[in-house]
Each structure stands twice: as structure tokens, then as C-alpha cells.
């Protein structure tokens, strides 16, 4: 194309000249004229020829925007995938520790319940002492575990079969063998516990044994709802040790005591020493029998003189 402008230049400068040197002007004038407008034909279809203009391209900008947006999902669905992982890793390291905890406290108290059967001379079913026991119970106010104000007599003993030791919290030695002993009654027990037998724990520190104190230890030892750990102030605390026979000077050296008895016939049997589960299972299965002969003499006597 710039080629053939150049050719039509050409033409026209050579006409021009022809027509100026032949005294032509008006001619050359023609030619002049025509040459611009052939000049002009020439640039427009120069022009013509020349590439488009590309229109801009809006739809990229908002395809990244897709893009990006698709990413920022995937990255959230991701970190809310590995939290999810983390978080079940958690759960199941947290039932983990449970268990662990649960059969290590089983292996405690089969380990102590061992223990106190060795120290009552190997002798299963043999204890060091056991002797009748006259009580008395204190009427002074005492609190559980759980804080609530008890009377031991009516509201802790009541008409139930009762099995009770005497502990404090910071004992590390023979407590914790006690307390063993009383978690495999009441595993042996089962539902009677809280129906018709009580287990109750009686703290010799009174001024340490806190409520607070007393449900942290009972709950580390599997304490269940049928148990109650008692403390108090020291007079009340102390009266009423003294009224079950199991007061000292010094709560250090408490003896090592627990009890058995029938609240409702007021008949108590003392056991010193580590006292074996099975003796004192068969205690209250001795009393619940004489319970059951009570009944059937009174329904037999009453029929006797209703006829």
C-alpha cells in the first residue's frame, strides 16, 4: 500500500511538471487536486487495512475474582476439615485418659482391698477384732460433702443397714486402704446402696476436712450418691466420735475402725483392723436376714391373735 501512494505521487509531480512546462496551469492545478484526494483515498484505505483495536477484556478481572473466590473456599474447607480432625483427636484422647483413669482407680482399690486382706494375716473372711457395739448418736448438726446440713441419726442413718469408717483426707497410709475396702462394698452392693444400706465415712480432721475437700477425695475414690462423707465443726465432729466409740486425742492416731449396725434395731458390730469386703457383706446379709424374722414373728403373732 505505500508503495502505490508513492507510484501516484509520482504521476501527479510528473503531470504537474508537464503541464507547468506546456504553460497548462489549470491542468496542473487538476492534477494537484487530484493528487491530494488520491492521497487522502490512499491513507483512509491505509487506514482501513490497519488491525483493529482489541476491545478490553472485562470478563478476565472477574474470572480471577471466580478463581480467587473458589481458592478462599477450598482453603476454609480445608482448615475447617483439619479442625474438625483435630478436634475428634481431642475427644477421643480425652475417653482415652478416662478410661485410663477409671481402670487405674479399679487396679487402686483391688491393689488396697489386697492390701488389707494381707494385713489381717492373709485370713480372707478373718478379721483381727470384731465385738458388739453400744452407740450413741449425737444430736448435734454435721455437713456432707455437698455442704448440705445432716443429723446422723435421722437423716443419714435413718431405718437403713449402715456401714461406716473414720478417715481424713491427708492420711496417705491407712485411709486410702479403708476407703478401698468401702468401694468394693459398694460395688458389690450395687443398687441396695442408697435404698436400704448406707455407706458412711466419718472424718477424724475435721478442722482440714472441708465439704469441699471431702467430695474432691470421695469423688477420686468412685463415691456414689448412696455414700455420704461427713465433717463438721470440731465440737460437733468430736461428739459425735464419741458417742460411736472412735474418739482420740490425736486424730493421727485414730484406730483403725469400721462399723456395721441396723438402724432400725439399733444392733452395731465394731470391726478394728483392715475388716475383709466379704465380712462385711456378710454382716449386713446377717442383719437383713434377722430384719426378715423380725417381720415374719410380728406377721405370725399378729395372725395368731387376729384369729
Not at 502505490?4 to 496551469?25: E, F, K
Not at 476491545?55 to 475447617?80: G, M, N, R, V
Request: glycine share 6%; proline share 4%.
Amino acid at each position: 500500500m505505500k508503495a502505490s501512494c508513492r507510484t501516484i505521487l509520482r504521476v501527479c509531480a510528473v503531470a504537474l511538471a508537464l503541464g507547468a512546462a506546456a504553460g497548462l496551469p489549470q491542468i496542473a492545478a487538476a492534477h494537484s487536486e487530484h493528487a491530494m484526494k488520491a492521497t487522502e483515498v490512499a491513507a483512509a484505505g491505509h487506514a482501513g487495512h490497519s488491525q483493529p483495536a482489541q476491545p478490553a477484556d472485562h470478563s478476565k478481572p472477574a474470572e480471577h475474582a471466580k478463581h480467587a473466590k473458589h481458592a478462599d473456599h477450598a482453603k476454609q474447607a480445608d482448615h475447617a476439615k483439619q479442625a474438625d480432625h483435630a478436634k475428634q483427636a481431642d475427644h477421643a484422647k480425652q475417653a482415652d485418659h478416662a478410661k485410663q483413669a477409671k481402670h487405674a482407680r479399679h487396679a487402686d482399690h483391688a491393689q488396697h482391698a489386697e492390701h488389707a486382706r494381707h494385713a489381717n494375716h492373709g485370713a480372707p473372711g478373718v478379721d483381727r477384732k470384731a465385738e458388739d457395739a453400744n452407740v450413741r448418736f449425737a444430736d448435734v448438726p454435721l455437713l456432707d460433702q455437698h455442704s448440705r446440713e445432716r443429723d446422723l441419726a435421722t437423716d443419714v442413718v435413718g431405718d437403713r443397714i449402715v456401714v461406716m469408717d473414720f478417715v481424713y483426707t491427708s492420711c496417705t497410709t491407712v485411709c486410702p486402704v479403708v476407703s478401698a475396702i468401702m468401694a468394693e462394698v459398694q460395688a458389690k452392693l450395687g443398687e441396695r446402696v442408697g435404698r436400704d444400706v448406707a455407706l458412711v465415712s466419718m472424718t477424724v480432721d475435721p478442722v482440714r476436712d472441708t465439704p469441699a475437700r471431702l467430695r474432691e477425695y470421695a469423688t477420686a475414690r468412685g463415691a456414689g450418691a448412696g455414700w455420704s462423707w461427713l465433717t463438721g465443726s470440731s465440737p460437733a465432729v468430736n461428739e459425735t466420735l464419741k458417742g460411736l466409740g472412735t474418739w482420740t486425742a490425736d486424730f493421727e492416731d485414730h484406730p483403725v475402725v469400721m462399723m456395721v449396725g441396723d438402724g432400725r434395731t439399733g444392733k452395731w458390730t465394731r470391726f478394728y483392723g483392715f475388716a475383709d469386703p466379704a465380712t462385711l457383706l456378710a454382716q449386713i446379709e446377717s442383719l437383713t436376714a434377722a430384719r426378715r424374722a423380725q417381720v415374719g414373728s410380728l406377721t405370725a403373732a399378729h395372725a395368731a391373735v387376729t384369729e
